[in-house]
């Protein structure tokens, strides 16, 4: 329902604005604002983009919580599509996306009204599950494994990093 009434909505908007905008300031400089809000637009999520994928990169580095950065970067995608989207309206909300605190509270939002139960990583790789407590109190984290000895080449040496 939500999301019929926002397809609805946004356009009306967007018209009433175009229309206010171009009876203020003319044709010509309506238009010139929307390509140079789209231009602009696109040069800041590229940075903020990059920004993220850093955050994204070290949360899995340090095996750390990456969800914040997740969210982070899919506010910053919604971002981009609503600046390339032709209007004021879509424009003053993706800006709005492309800054940090404003990203912050709809995060914290957004945690507040969303629980993970379940968390897997890979194809067969950890899992872990909020609905099927530990009977010892820790957490459960399933795995499988394989040891796999790299062949030897005569050459070679011990690399220094381990003891033989």
């Known amino acids: 329902m939500w999301l019929f009434l926002a397809f609805l909505v946004v356009p009306i908007v967007e018209i ?12 010509w400089p309506t238009l010139g604002i929307v390509i140079l809000t ?3 637009g696109t040069a800041m999520v590229r940075a903020q983009g990059a920004l993220a994928m850093g955050q994204i990169r070290q949360s899995f580095n340090q ?14 995608l919604v971002a ?6 032709p209007g004021f309206f879509t424009d003053a909300v993706g800006f709005a996306l ?10 914290r939002f957004l945690r507040k009204r969303i629980t993970v139960t379940t968390f897997q990583a890979g194809p067969s790789g950890m ?22 000895d790299p062949p030897r080449k005569p050459t070679h040496g011990p690399s220094g990093w381990t003891r033989h």
Do not use: C, N
């Not at 919580?65 to 506010?75: I, Y």
């Not at 981009?80 to 989207?85: A, E, P």
């Not at 899992?127 to 796999?148: A, C, K, L, S, Y």
């Open 16 to 27: 009433a604005l175009f229309i206010q905008a171009g009876e203020l300031i003319g044709l």
């Open 38 to 40: 789209a231009v602009l």
């Open 63 to 76: 095996m750390s919580d990456p969800s914040e950065a997740l969210a982070h970067g899919a506010m910053i």
């Open 80 to 85: 981009g599509v609503l600046l390339l989207t």
């Open 98 to 107: 492309l800054l940090p605190p404003v990203r912050m509270a709809a995060f």
């Open 127 to 148: 899992r872990h599950d909020t609905t099927r407590p530990d009977p010892h109190g820790g957490d459960v984290i399933d795995g499988e494994f394989h040891e796999v």
